[in-house]
Structures are given as C-alpha cells and as structure tokens.
C-alpha cells in the first residue's frame, strides 16, 4: 500500500488509541475511529477530548479522526490498529475478550491486502495462537490476504516529553513483507526509532518484561518501606542516596499502591501463559503480591496513628485525597485509591473523596469543604493541587493525621505543627 494515500482505522478510542488516531490526522492520513461508547464517538467528532490530555486538548480540535459505532469502517481501511483493553478479572486471570472481539470485528469487514496492528499488551503467543487462527478460520491466508503484526502500546499518560509522537516502538511480524509494511508505517506517524523484531512474539514479550520490571523494582522499595518503618528509616532518603550512584542504580518509590492500566496487569499475562507451559514466576508472583498489599498496609498505618490519639477508626471523619491512579491526569484504571475506600468502608469509616481531577466521582467538590469535615487524611495520588497546600492550612482546619501515600508532603513541616504525619516507610 501507498504511505499516507492508506485509509487508517484505530479500534478503541481510550488512552491508547485516541492519540493513535490523532497522530495519524495530524500525518496525513485519512482516519477513522471505532468505538462502542457513543458519547466518546459523540465528543471527538464534536473536536471535545474525553480524556484529560494535554496532546489531545492541544491536538484533536484540529486533527480530528471520524469516529463512528459502526464496524463497516473497516472495510474502508488499509491499516487497522487494534487498541482494546486486555484486563485482569477478579482473580488476576487474563481476559483478552477485547482482543478477540475487535479481531473478529476486522475479519467480518476485512480488505484483502490490509495491515492489522494488534497494540494491545498481550502475552507472548497471543498474536500466532489467538489472532491469526480467527483469520485463517476465514479463509484468509497471512502474509498474503493479511498482514499481522505487533507493535506494542507505549504511552504514559501526563508525561510532558514523552507522548505517542516520539516514544521508540518495536513492532514485530509473521513475515517479511508485514513486518517492512508495519515498519514503514510506524516510521511515518513516530519520530521515534521503530525497532523490528525477529518475531512477534518477541514483540509481545517486550512490553510485558518493561511492566513486569517496573512492577518488580516497585515491589522491593515497598517491601523496604514495610521494613525500615520498623527501623525508623527514611526510604525516600535512603533511595534519594542511593540514586547519587551514576550507575547501576535506578531510583523506584513506595507507595499506597500501583495503578493503571500496565504495570498491575501485564505480568499475570505472562504468569499465566508461563503456567501453561510448565514454568513457575515465583519472582512476579511475589512482587505482585507485595504490590497488592500496600492499600491494605496504608490503611494499617491510619489506624496506628489513631491509635496514638486514641481515635476509633469506626466514627472518624477520613479525607482521601485523588481518585486517579497518577497524579495530574483523571485515568482512575486499577487505581489503588479504590481499594483504600473499600477497606476503609470494611472498618465502618465515614469518608470522602476529593480529586481535582475527577470531580464527578468525588464526594465532595471542593478542596477547603472536604478539610472542614474531616478529622484525618489520606494522600492516595500526588496531583499538584495537593502537593501545594500550605500545611498551616491542614493545622487551620484541625487535621490531627496525614498519611502521607505518596510521599509528596512535607514531613517535618507537617510534624512541626503537631500533627501526626506518616509516610509509606518514612
């Protein structure tokens, strides 16, 4: 196919593939958008983002991609980018329905000769075991009447220098000609370094092994937070020493928990396709067992400190400050802070929720109202807004605790007005 003259259709129009979508306008392309929700499909096409994002409030007004409900697009289409959820249940088990759906979707609409992009995290052997059979069913035959390739979602949402225009990416293929196909393309639409892959299943491991990384090093400074509580260190000085090192270290911070959609995720796809194949990742299973139990212990570290009062959990007035699962953006996907609310809710504490970011969803509206009604606070997201407060403010409004989640106030300025100020391992 001819670069740029290729219609592009992106399926899922979320935090993956909206800015997809964008980016291809803003290259040239012809593009459509394809997702179920029809208030979404409603605001884009009105120039309105449905996400808080900087590069879609400055770039969708002007770079808009038609977006529609209607599968029949894909008939249109030269180029398919599958960006649809792959979760977890509620037992962690893998549910890639998303990913077979919009597969079967393309293969209803296909146009022979197309390139689909499956961008979805998936597990390793999802692309050759699940994917391509759907296509073959139909009687089509890849690397002739389809091109399948892999080219793994990565984006982080709020981050001012990386965004979907410039992140390298590595894309993966069964064969030659998809994999110069999806190459090409790439290199059309990111002014980052595209990498091709030998396989697509390389491909599809590489994203998992960057989440499970990141899940693993989060892991350890939250088991030593846990430890030097009780040895009265401070782990963010400890670690903030520590990254004084011009190698071999990279600093990793403790928290009330890990959220969004990767890095709580991606392993059990890689856990539970591993088990299938007769191996064990004792290391990822520890890691995320570790990283599950943090709201759980931040709920432990309120109570302690209402013990020092000799508060009740059950009667106190808690404040829990953000919804969302990072600071500054409203994507509230696996956010810890729910977990939070459901234990403390399991104790029979009174609370409300303010984030700046998510009003809909908070308690209360605004920041002074939720102080003047609450007896203690939870930190549960670092957004800016929080991070500013003044803490005479806290002390003016008779906040006798503040457990610090994120570990983005100030200690000792807090501890100097009497108030019990508790961090995760400091």
Same mark, same amino acid.
């Given at each position: 196919?001819?670069?740029?003259?290729?219609?592009?259709?992106?399926?899922?129009?979320? &935090?993956?593939?909206?800015?997809?979508? @964008?980016?291809?306008?803003?290259?040239?392309?012809? !593009?459509?958008?394809? +997702?179920?929700?029809?208030?979404?499909?409603?605001?884009?096409?009105? $120039?309105?983002?449905?996400?808080?994002?900087?590069?879609?409030?400055?770039?969708?007004?002007?770079?808009?991609?038609?977006?529609?409900?209607?599968?029949?697009?894909?008939?249109?289409?030269?180029?398919?980018?599958? *960006? @649809?959820?792959?979760?977890?249940?509620?037992?962690?088990?893998?549910?890639?329905?998303?990913?077979?759906?919009?597969?079967?979707?393309?293969?209803? /609409?296909?146009?022979?000769?197309?390139?689909?992009?499956?961008?979805?995290?998936?597990?390793?052997?999802?692309?050759?075991?699940? @994917? %391509?059979?759907?296509?073959?069913?139909?009687?089509?035959?890849?690397?002739?009447?389809?091109?399948?390739?892999? *080219?793994?979602?990565? =984006?982080?949402?709020?981050?001012?220098?990386?965004?979907?225009?410039? =992140?390298?990416?590595?894309?993966?293929?069964?064969?030659?000609? $998809?994999?110069? !196909?999806?190459?090409?393309? &790439?290199?059309?639409? @990111?002014?980052?370094?595209?990498?091709?892959?030998?396989?697509?299943?390389?491909?599809?491991?590489?994203?998992?092994?960057?989440?499970?990384?990141? +899940? #693993?090093? #989060?892991?350890?400074?939250?088991?030593?937070?846990?430890?030097?509580?009780?040895?009265?260190?401070?782990?963010?000085?400890?670690?903030?020493?520590?990254?004084?090192?011009?190698?071999?270290?990279?600093?990793?911070?403790?928290? *009330?928990?890990?959220?969004?959609?990767?890095?709580?995720?991606?392993?059990? &796809?890689?856990?539970?396709?591993?088990?299938?194949? $007769?191996?064990?990742?004792?290391?990822?299973?520890?890691?995320?067992?570790?990283?599950?139990?943090?709201?759980? &212990?931040?709920?432990?570290?309120?109570?302690?400190?209402?013990?020092?009062?000799?508060?009740?959990?059950?009667?106190?007035?808690?404040?829990?400050?953000?919804?969302?699962?990072?600071?500054?953006?409203?994507? !509230?996907?696996?956010?810890?802070?729910? %977990? #939070?609310?459901?234990?403390?809710?399991?104790?029979?504490?009174?609370?409300? !929720?303010?984030?700046?970011?998510?009003?809909?969803?908070?308690?209360?509206?605004?920041?002074?109202?939720?102080?003047?009604?609450? +007896?203690?606070?939870? #930190?549960?997201?670092?957004?800016?807004?929080?991070?500013? =407060?003044?803490?005479?403010?806290? %002390?003016? /409004?008779?906040? %006798?605790?503040? =457990? +610090?989640?994120?570990?983005?106030?100030?200690?000792?300025?807090?501890?100097?007005? $009497?108030?019990?100020?508790?961090?995760?391992?400091?």
């Amino acid at each position: 196919m001819e670069q740029k003259k290729a219609k592009v259709c992106v399926i899922g129009l979320g &935090y993956v593939g909206l800015p997809l979508a @964008v980016r291809c306008v803003e290259k040239g392309y012809e !593009t459509f958008g394809l +997702d179920m929700d029809k208030n979404k499909v409603d605001l884009i096409n009105q $120039g309105k983002s449905p996400i808080e994002e900087k590069f879609l409030a400055d770039n969708l007004p002007t770079h808009r991609p038609k977006a529609t409900t209607d599968e029949k697009i894909i008939e249109q289409s030269d180029v398919i980018l599958i *960006c @649809v959820p792959t979760p977890v249940d509620d037992l962690y088990m893998p549910d890639l329905s998303p990913v077979i759906s919009a597969t079967k979707a393309v293969v209803r /609409n296909l146009k022979k000769g197309a390139l689909v992009v499956l961008e979805s995290t998936v597990n390793p052997g999802v692309s050759e075991e699940i @994917v %391509k059979p759907l296509f073959e069913e139909a009687g089509f035959k890849v690397g002739k009447d389809v091109f399948i390739a892999h *080219c793994p979602e990565r =984006i982080n949402p709020g981050d001012p220098k990386w965004n979907v225009t410039n =992140i390298p990416r590595v894309v993966g293929s069964f064969d030659k000609q $998809g994999l110069a !196909t999806a190459v090409k393309f &790439y290199e059309s639409i @990111v002014d980052g370094a595209i990498r091709p892959m030998k396989s697509i299943r390389e491909a599809e491991a590489v994203k998992i092994v960057e989440n499970s990384f990141r +899940d #693993i090093n #989060i892991a350890f400074v939250n088991e030593l937070a846990k430890s030097f509580d009780k040895l009265g260190i401070d782990v963010k000085d400890v670690v903030l020493g520590a990254s004084t090192k011009p190698f071999a270290f990279m600093p990793h911070f403790p928290s *009330c928990g890990v959220g969004g959609h990767c890095i709580p995720v991606d392993p059990y &796809y890689l856990i539970e396709r591993a088990k299938k194949s $007769g191996f064990d990742h004792k290391f990822l299973k520890i890691a995320r067992e570790i990283n599950n139990s943090m709201p759980s &212990y931040t709920v432990e570290i309120l109570q302690d400190a209402l013990n020092e009062l000799r508060l009740p959990m059950k009667g106190t007035k808690i404040g829990v400050l953000g919804i969302s699962y990072k600071a500054n953006v409203d994507d !509230t996907r696996e956010s810890p802070t729910f %977990k #939070i609310l459901t234990l403390l809710g399991e104790h029979g504490v009174k609370y409300d !929720t303010y984030d700046p970011h998510i009003l809909k969803r908070s308690t209360i509206k605004t920041l002074p109202a939720l102080l003047k009604k609450v +007896d203690a606070l939870i #930190i549960a997201t670092d957004h800016k807004e929080f991070k500013e =407060i003044d803490p005479r403010i806290f %002390k003016q /409004n008779g906040i %006798k605790v503040i =457990i +610090d989640g994120k570990n983005c106030l100030d200690k000792d300025a807090i501890k100097k007005l $009497g108030i019990i100020y508790k961090g995760i391992g400091r």
